[in-house]
């Protein structure tokens, strides 16, 4: 059973196009993120959502919109992709500060 | 704000040979200090914590850290490597409540040879 599960695991789609990554955890945690990981792989909080409202918004392009329609979900919506959004998206999720749990990741190529 | 240096962008090792990856970081304040692990193709996967109390620190798969608040360091040892440790190994350090808003390092490559 998954604890953090991100769907599509692979995204290849053309620039200028919108796309969404879904992500759900199902270990009761209040609080979920997600990261950039770039081709160096050089890791970066995105986002973090506690209990569907958010609480932290790193510098990202207002072109990303993560939607959390309730405490187990945090979806990551992508308005005109541009090359420079291929990356590794990774959703997590946490409660207090034990850990961090990762996703598999989703792999996003923009061509 | 905090920050975390991994002195080390790749280590190559031989098997059964011993390794260290280096960790410093920095804070005014009193942090959590982790370890992941990254596989090829898989999301992170925690190694080992430090939040408070004994030092030396012991982790899944072998792993060992060992946190010096005079050093402000947090290195990761294992005293004899296997080709499946072979990986991308970030340090992190969170001062929040929640482990998740952490900043990592920017990752060491460990590469064990036969």
């Known amino acids: 059973d998954t604890a953090v599960s991100q769907t599509p695991k692979y995204l290849v789609t053309q620039m200028g196009n919108d796309k969404s990554i879904k992500c759900e955890q199902n270990l009761g945690h209040d609080t979920m993120y997600w990261y950039k990981q770039d081709s160096k792989k050089f890791l970066k909080i995105m986002f973090s959502?506690?209990?569907?409202?958010?609480?932290i918004n790193e510098t990202v392009p207002n072109r990303f919109s993560p939607k959390s329609p309730d405490k187990a979900h945090l979806n990551l919506h992508i308005n005109s992709l541009e090359l420079g959004d291929s990356a590794v998206y990774f959703c997590a999720s946490s409660q207090d500060s034990t850990e961090a749990f990762f996703g598999q990741g989703t792999r996003l190529t923009v061509v | 704000a905090q920050s975390v240096t991994q002195l080390d962008s790749q280590v190559p090792v031989f098997e059964e040979a011993p390794v260290e990856l280096r960790c410093n970081y920095s804070s005014s304040v009193s942090v959590y200090l982790f370890w992941y692990v990254q596989y090829p193709n898989q999301g992170l996967q925690l190694l080992l914590k430090?939040?408070?109390?004994?030092?030396l620190v012991k982790g899944i798969n072998g792993f060992e850290a060992e946190f010096n608040k005079s050093q402000t360091s947090f290195h990761l040892r294992k005293p004899s490597v296997h080709i499946s440790d072979t990986a991308e190994y970030f340090c992190?350090?969170?001062?929040?409540?929640?482990?998740?808003?952490?900043?990592f390092g920017d990752g060491t490559t460990l590469t064990v040879k036969p």
């Open positions: 992190a350090v969170s001062k929040g409540t929640n482990a998740g808003k952490s900043t």
């Open positions: 430090y939040l408070s109390g004994s030092t």
């Open positions: 959502y506690n209990n569907k409202e958010l609480i």
